[in-house]
C-alpha cells in the first residue's frame, strides 16, 4: 500500500491505458455535440472562402503568386481554431461535465493532454486540406499567375493551426468560461494583427530592431521570397489603406502596401518579417497561459467554491423551527457566556491552530493549504 | 471488487478543508461501512458536498486525508468501476444525449457499452435516451446522474441529493434499488434533506454541523437516544387540564398549528387520559407522538449553530437544559457495532 499511488498510475501510464481511454472519451464527446462540429466546419469554410474572395476579386499584385493568395489572411481562419480548443474545455466548466469527467480520471493532466492532442488532431488535417483546396481553387481561377511551392508552406499553416488549437486549449483551461475563453483567444490571436503595424512603424524609426530577426531564415515556414508575402498575409498585416511609397506602382492593389513599405524601409527581402511577431508573441501568450493553465489544473472549485469569503460571525438561525417560522431572540452567546450565564468553550474558530500548532486570527498565521504546506519550526502538532 | 472483507470502506481522517479562511470542513474523522445506507446529514454549508467531492477527488482536502477502499480516490485505477458518484443532477452538457453522455464516461474507465443500455433501461431512460438532456426534466436529470453513478456497477456509492426531482414512483424505486445494493454488501453514502425519506431509507446517520462531526450512529439509536417522547391532547377544557398535568411535572406547550391542542411531555397518554377523566374533561384527541427524524435533527443542528432562543412557542418559560441536547455540546463518537 505503500506505493500504490506510483504502482497504480505509473504502470497504467506505461501501458497507455489512460491516455488512449481518456482520448477516446475526449473524441466522443466532441462528436456527440453539434456545435463543436459547427466550429470545426467554420476552420474549415474559411480558408477556402478567402481564398475564392482573393481570387473572385482578383486582389492579386501580378508578381504574387496564387499560394500568397490563398493563404491570404490566415488570422481570420485561425479564430476558430482557437475557440475551437477553448470550447473543448471550457464547454465542460460551463455545463458541469467537468465533474464527471474529472471523477472518472482523477488523474489531470491527461485530460489536458487529451484534450489538446484532440484540439491538434483534429484542426490539423481540416486546414491542411481546407487550404489546399483553397489553394487549388485560385490557381484554377487565376491562371496568370505563378503558383508557387505549396508543400512546405501549407504544413506549416496547419501546424499553426495546431499551435492555435492548442493555444485554445489552455485558455479553456485557464479561463474555464466558454466566453471569456473565446474572447481571450479571439483578442490574442487579433491583437498582434493590430498592434504589429503601429510596433513595426515604432521599431523602424528606433534603427533596425529586425536585425535579430536577420538569420532566421531556416526556421520560417519557407525561405523562397514568393512565401514572403504569404507569411505576411498570415500575419494579418495587409493594410488596406492606400500605399504612398515612392515605389507604388499603379497596378499595385491595396493590399500590397506591407510589402511596399518593407522594401522601401529595408531593401533586402528577408529583412523583416511581421509574420514573424505574432508567432512570436503567441508563443509568450502559450508559455503564459500553460503556466496559468498548469497553476489551475490542481484547484479545482466549480459551483460552489466559496473563495474569498472571509470567515463571518456565528451562523444564527433566523427562524425558530420549533415555532414555525417566528422570529426569536438571539441570546449574547457570543460572548463567552451560554443562555444561562454559564461559561461557554470558546467556539472552534477560536480554540483551532493551524498545522504548526500556531493559535491566533487567521492574517496572523501563515496559510496552509495542501498546495502551500506552512513550514512550521517545530514540530506539528 | 472481489475484496468485499474491508471493514470501512470509505475512510475520513481529520479531513479539513478551508475555502478563503474559512472552514468548511473541520478535523472530520468518520468511515462508512459496507452493507447498509448511510445518511449523510446537515444544514445547509454544513460542508456535505465539499466532503463528498473531497472523497471522489475533486477538492484537495487541506488537512487530514480521504480514502476509498484504502486509498485515495485519485489512485484507485478506472475509479469509475469502484465508487458511482452523482454530484448534481445537471452535469450533462445540454446538447450531448443521455446515450452519448454515458458513453464517454464508460469509454474513460474501459466499461463496456452494453453496460450503457443496461443503466439506461435501469433508469427508466431507454425511451428518451436519444435525445438531448438539455430538453430533460428536472427528474429525468436526476435519473441520468443515477445512471451515471451506476454506470461501473460500483461497490461503493456516493449520492448527492438523488431524490431531488424524482416522482413518487422514482422516489420508491430509489428507496429499493438501493436498499438491495446495501444488502449486496455495497457501500452507499446518500445525503438529503429530506427527513422522511432519510428516515425511510438511511440505516446509519452521519449529521454534521459546521464542518464537524455531530453523531455517528444507528438510525434507531439516534430517535431514540434523542427523541422527547410527546402526546398531543386536544381538549375543549384545556383550561381545567393544563394545570393538573403540570402539577403531575409534565410540560405543557401548546400546538402553534392547531387550537385547544397542547403537546405534553413527561406524562404517559394513560395518566392524562385518567387525570382528564377525574376532572370530567372531554378530550378530543389523545395521541402519543414519537418524534420525527426531522424534529430531532432540527434540535441537534439548531444547537450547533449557536443558536439558543429564550423564549420559545408563546412565551412558555423552556427549561434551559431542554432546548440544548446533551450530546450536541460535544461531538458524539457513539458507534455502533451493527
Given at each position: 500500500m505503500s506505493n500504490v499511488r506510483n504502482g497504480v498510475v505509473a504502470s497504467n501510464v506505461r501501458n497507455g491505458v489512460v491516455v488512449r481511454d481518456v482520448l477516446a472519451g475526449e473524441w466522443i464527446k466532441f462528436a456527440t455535440l453539434r456545435s463543436t462540429w459547427w466550429t470545426l466546419a467554420m476552420v474549415a469554410a474559411l480558408p477556402v472562402g478567402v481564398a475564392l474572395l482573393v481570387a473572385v476579386t482578383g486582389s492579386l499584385a501580378p508578381e504574387d503568386t496564387v499560394l500568397a493568395g490563398a493563404l491570404g489572411n490566415a488570422v481570420v481562419g485561425l479564430v476558430p481554431a482557437g475557440i475551437l480548443g477553448a470550447l473543448i474545455v471550457a464547454g465542460e466548466y460551463s455545463g458541469g461535465t467537468i465533474r464527471l469527467t474529472l471523477a472518472a480520471v482523477p488523474v489531470r493532466w491527461p485530460v489536458v493532454l487529451a484534450k489538446a492532442m484532440l484540439a491538434g488532431a483534429l484542426v490539423f488535417p481540416v486546414a491542411l486540406a481546407a487550404y489546399a483546396l483553397g489553394f487549388a481553387l485560385a490557381a484554377a481561377l487565376l491562371p496568370d499567375h505563378r503558383p508557387g511551392a505549396p508543400v512546405p508552406a501549407l504544413l506549416g499553416v496547419a501546424l499553426v493551426y495546431v499551435f492555435v488549437a492548442v493555444l485554445g486549449v489552455a485558455m479553456g483551461t485557464a479561463i474555464r468560461s466558454p466566453a471569456g475563453a473565446v474572447t481571450a483567444v479571439t483578442a490574442v490571436l487579433l491583437a498582434p494583427a493590430f498592434l504589429a503595424p503601429l510596433l513595426t512603424r515604432l521599431a523602424g524609426r528606433r534603427g533596425s530592431p529586425g536585425a535579430a530577426d536577420e538569420p532566421g531564415g531556416g526556421s520560417r515556414v519557407s525561405g523562397s521570397a514568393e512565401t514572403d508575402s504569404a507569411e505576411r498575409r498570415l500575419s494579418g498585416t495587409v493594410s488596406p489603406r492606400p500605399t504612398r511609397g515612392p515605389?507604388?506602382?499603379?497596378?499595385?492593389?491595396?493590399?500590397r502596401a506591407p510589402r511596399r513599405r518593407a522594401r522601401h524601409t529595408r531593401p533586402t527581402s528577408s529583412c523583416h518579417r511581421p509574420g514573424r511577431e505574432p508567432v512570436g508573441t503567441w508563443s509568450l501568450l502559450l508559455v503564459a497561459s500553460s503556466l496559468v493553465t498548469s497553476s489551475r489544473i490542481g484547484r479545482f472549485a466549480p459551483a460552489g467554491r466559496v473563495h474569498g469569503r472571509r470567515p463571518g460571525p456565528a451562523r444564527s438561525w433566523k427562524f425558530d423551527p420549533v415555532t414555525g417560522g417566528q422570529p426569536s431572540k438571539i441570546s449574547n452567546s457570543g460572548h463567552g457566556r451560554r443562555a444561562d450565564g454559564t461559561r461557554r468553550r470558546p467556539s472552534a474558530r477560536a480554540r483551532r491552530t493551524d498545522r504548526c500548532g500556531r493559535r491566533g486570527p487567521g492574517w496572523a498565521r501563515p496559510r496552509c493549504s495542501a498546495r502551500v504546506h506552512c513550514r512550521c519550526s517545530s514540530a506539528p502538532r | 471488487m472481489s475484496d468485499r472483507t474491508v471493514a470501512s470502506v470509505i475512510e475520513l481522517t481529520n479531513l479539513t478543508k478551508v475555502y478563503g479562511g474559512r472552514r468548511v470542513v473541520d478535523d472530520l474523522t468518520l468511515t462508512v461501512h459496507p452493507g447498509r445506507i448511510t445518511g449523510f446529514l446537515g444544514p445547509n454549508g454544513a460542508g456535505k458536498s465539499t466532503t463528498m467531492r473531497m472523497i471522489l477527488g475533486l477538492a484537495a482536502p487541506t488537512a487530514g486525508r480521504a480514502t476509498v477502499l484504502g486509498r485515495p480516490y485519485r489512485d484507485l485505477p478506472e475509479p469509475m468501476r469502484h465508487v458511482g458518484a452523482l454530484l448534481d443532477a445537471r452535469a450533462s452538457h445540454p446538447g450531448r444525449s443521455a446515450r452519448d453522455h454515458l458513453r464517454f464516461l464508460a469509454r474513460t474507465n474501459g466499461i463496456d457499452r452494453r453496460r450503457v443500455d443496461e443503466v439506461l433501461e435501469l433508469t427508466g431512460l431507454t425511451s428518451v435516451a436519444d435525445r438531448r438532456t438539455g430538453g430533460y426534466s428536472l427528474g429525468m436529470g436526476q435519473r441520468l446522474g443515477i445512471a451515471t453513478a451506476l454506470l461501473g456497477d460500483p461497490e461503493v456509492l456516493v449520492l448527492d441529493?438523488?431524490?431531488?426531482?424524482?416522482d413518487t414512483d422514482g422516489i420508491r424505486w430509489l428507496r429499493r434499488l438501493l436498499r438491495d445494493l446495501a444488502d449486496d454488501g455495497r457501500t452507499i453514502l446518500l445525503s438529503s434533506h429530506l427527513m422522511g425519506e432519510m428516515e425511510q431509507t438511511a440505516d446509519h446517520l452521519v449529521v454534521i454541523g459546521g464542518g464537524r462531526l455531530l453523531a455517528d450512529m444507528d438510525m434507531r439509536t439516534f430517535l431514540a437516544s434523542h427523541s422527547r417522547g410527546r402526546t398531543v391532547v386536544r381538549s375543549p377544557h384545556l383550561d381545567r387540564l393544563e394545570p393538573a398535568l403540570r402539577s403531575l411535572g409534565g410540560r405543557v406547550d401548546p400546538d402553534p398549528a392547531r387550537p385547544d391542542t397542547v403537546l405534553v411531555e413527561g406524562v404517559s397518554p394513560q395518566a392524562i387520559g385518567e387525570t382528564a377523566a377525574r376532572l370530567g374533561v372531554a378530550l378530543h384527541e389523545l395521541s402519543p407522538r414519537t418524534e420525527s427524524l426531522e424534529d430531532v435533527y432540527t434540535r441537534l443542528t439548531a444547537a450547533t449553530v449557536e443558536y439558543h432562543s429564550a423564549t420559545v412557542g408563546h412565551g412558555a418559560k423552556v427549561p434551559p437544559d431542554a432546548k440544548v441536547p446533551p450530546g450536541a455540546k460535544v461531538p458524539y463518537d457513539t458507534k455502533e457495532s451493527s
Open positions: 515605389g507604388t506602382s499603379p497596378a499595385a492593389a491595396p493590399a | 441529493e438523488p431524490v431531488n426531482g424524482l
